[in-house]
């Protein structure tokens, strides 16, 4: 028997895991709760567990978290962490504190096959996807590391320090579907994470069928990447959207609304200059979003010299706002977290394939883990 590593289940897989080993299924539960409730990864350290019972998980499984590149602490309080995922791949997972909540943005893939023409990990290409022990590994390790660090006088060593998790790191998710729903399912449990639907994003390119799926299996808040309001402008920027068109993308959006852990979903729209940035494109997205019960985020773009593509202007992307709140949607613009310490998006996980290019790269792909500037 090879040796499992406990990471990649949700407490079903782990209760199954357990029925293998001839042992009750309900055993995963204290199990489960080691690993992700305490951050447990010996199982001698798990001294209420049948010491028979420790002696199967020794012999049959292990519980591997990921390793450690780099860590950077931007001037505000955002870290971002870089991950070795092997064979010259890395990712990266952002911390962002907040006065009412601190987020963790995590990857799903190391690359992304997508391609979007304005996203740098679009540009590094697909390399692969992350197994849910890598997905979920980025939040036990977050978090079980702040909090050991920051327990103080008034801070409990259990106390939870992760608030909400972004699946908008490297990678679109829905394209690693089989993986992403057992992370996102022990995000969920309370006996892991216990974190609730509404605190828990995927945030997604269009992949139509699996928004489909998600409702079904796991409905987490969802925001959609939208960046234009016509098939042909979005299919030049997201080129996925050959496959799945605006129509059937916003009406996969307006089925998932019942399922979703609010009344409305979130889409997400990078402000290109002089691309999709214009009054008439934010008039053409208000009618094409048809009055579908959504917030609507502006993202000004993070630039890369190989995108081609520039920033608007803040006084456009302001105007753009009004136009959207004017029509009747909830607007909000990003503000910009970490730019000190390039916590964006992939920006700088092709560092360890391409040393050489490494220094360009950090001058070039400034910013992004952002905040909602006006929530
Ligand atoms: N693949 C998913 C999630 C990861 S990308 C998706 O596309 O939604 C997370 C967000 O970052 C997306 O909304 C994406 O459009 C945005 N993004 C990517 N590159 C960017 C850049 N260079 N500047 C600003 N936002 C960017
Ligand atoms: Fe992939 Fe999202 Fe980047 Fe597009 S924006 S290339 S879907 S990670």
């Given at each position: 028997?090879?040796?499992?590593?406990?990471?990649?289940?949700?407490?079903?897989?782990?209760?199954?895991?357990?029925?293998?080993?001839?042992?009750?299924?309900?055993?995963?539960?204290?199990?489960?709760?080691?690993?992700?409730?305490?951050?447990?990864?010996?199982?001698?350290?798990?001294?209420?567990?049948?010491?028979?019972?420790?002696?199967?998980?020794?012999?049959?499984?292990?519980?591997?978290?990921?390793?450690?590149?780099?860590?950077?602490?931007?001037?505000?309080?955002?870290?971002?962490?870089?991950?070795?995922?092997?064979?010259?791949?890395?990712?990266?997972?952002?911390?962002?504190?907040?006065?009412?909540?601190?987020?963790?943005?995590?990857?799903?893939?190391?690359?992304?096959?997508?391609?979007?023409?304005?996203?740098?990990?679009?540009?590094?290409?697909?390399?692969?996807?992350?197994?849910?022990?890598?997905?979920?590994?980025?939040?036990?390790?977050?978090?079980?590391?702040?909090?050991?660090?920051?327990?103080?006088?008034?801070?409990?060593?259990?106390?939870?320090?992760?608030?909400?998790?972004?699946?908008?790191?490297?990678?679109?998710?829905?394209?690693?579907?089989?993986?992403?729903?057992?992370?996102?399912?022990?995000?969920?449990?309370?006996?892991?994470?216990?974190?609730?639907?509404?605190?828990?994003?995927?945030?997604?390119?269009?992949?139509?069928?699996?928004?489909?799926?998600?409702?079904?299996?796991?409905?987490?808040?969802?925001?959609?990447?939208?960046?234009?309001?016509?098939?042909?402008?979005?299919?030049?920027?997201?080129?996925?959207?050959?496959?799945?068109?605006?129509?059937?993308?916003?009406?996969?959006?307006?089925?998932?609304?019942?399922?979703?852990?609010?009344?409305?979903?979130?889409?997400?729209?990078?402000m290109?200059d002089?691309?999709?940035?214009?009054?008439?494109?934010?008039?053409?997205?208000?009618?094409?979003?048809?009055?579908?019960?959504?917030?609507?985020?502006?993202?000004p773009f993070?630039p890369?010299?190989?995108?081609?593509?520039k920033r608007s202007?803040?006084?456009?992307?302001?105007?753009?706002?009004?136009?959207?709140?004017?029509?009747?949607?909830?607007?909000?613009?990003?503000?910009?977290?970490?730019?000190?310490?390039?916590?964006?998006?992939?920006?700088?996980?092709?560092?360890?394939?391409?040393?050489?290019?490494?220094?360009?790269?950090?001058?070039?792909?400034?910013?992004?883990?952002?905040?909602?500037?006006?929530?």
């Open positions: 028997m090879t040796s499992a590593n406990l990471l990649d289940f949700d407490l079903d897989g782990l209760a199954d895991f357990c029925e293998k080993l001839g042992e009750k299924r309900f055993r995963a539960t204290q199990l489960y709760r080691w690993i992700h409730q305490r951050g447990v990864s010996n199982f001698d350290d798990m001294t209420d567990i049948a010491k028979s019972f420790r002696e199967k998980l020794r012999t049959s499984a292990h519980i591997k978290g990921l390793k450690v590149l780099s860590r950077h602490t931007s001037a505000d309080g955002t870290i971002k962490w870089l991950f070795d995922m092997g064979a010259g791949d890395a990712i990266e997972a952002v911390y962002i504190p907040e006065d009412d909540r601190a987020t963790l943005c995590i990857s799903s893939q190391a690359g992304c096959a997508v391609g979007c023409r304005f996203c740098s990990t679009g540009h590094q290409g697909f390399s692969r996807n992350l197994t849910t022990a890598e997905i979920i590994g980025q939040l036990w390790y977050v978090e079980h590391l702040l909090r050991a660090e920051l327990q103080s006088d008034d801070r409990k060593a259990d106390e939870r320090v992760i608030s909400n998790v972004v699946m908008m790191g490297m990678g679109e998710p829905l394209q690693n579907y089989t993986n992403l729903i057992p992370a996102l399912k022990t995000m969920l449990s309370d006996h892991a994470y216990g974190l609730s639907r509404r605190r828990v994003t995927v945030s997604t390119s269009g992949v139509v069928p699996m928004i489909e799926r998600l409702a079904q299996d796991c409905p987490v808040s969802l925001a959609v990447s939208i960046h234009a309001a016509n098939d042909k402008l979005r299919t030049s920027l997201v080129p996925i959207n050959q496959k799945y068109p605006l129509k059937e993308l916003i009406a996969a959006c307006q089925a998932y609304l019942p399922y979703a852990p609010r009344d409305f979903l979130t889409i997400e729209y990078c290109l002089g691309v999709n940035d214009q009054p008439e494109h934010a008039r053409a997205l208000a009618q094409m979003l048809n009055a579908l019960p959504c917030k609507i985020n502006l993202i993070n890369f010299p190989a995108s081609g593509l202007a803040p006084e456009v992307v302001k105007k753009f706002a009004q136009l959207l709140t004017g029509a009747g949607y909830i607007t909000t613009i990003r503000k910009t977290r970490g730019d000190d310490i390039d916590a964006a998006c992939g920006q700088l996980a092709g560092e360890v394939q391409d040393r050489t290019d490494a220094v360009t790269r950090m001058q070039d792909r400034r910013t992004i883990m952002m905040k909602e500037s006006n929530e």
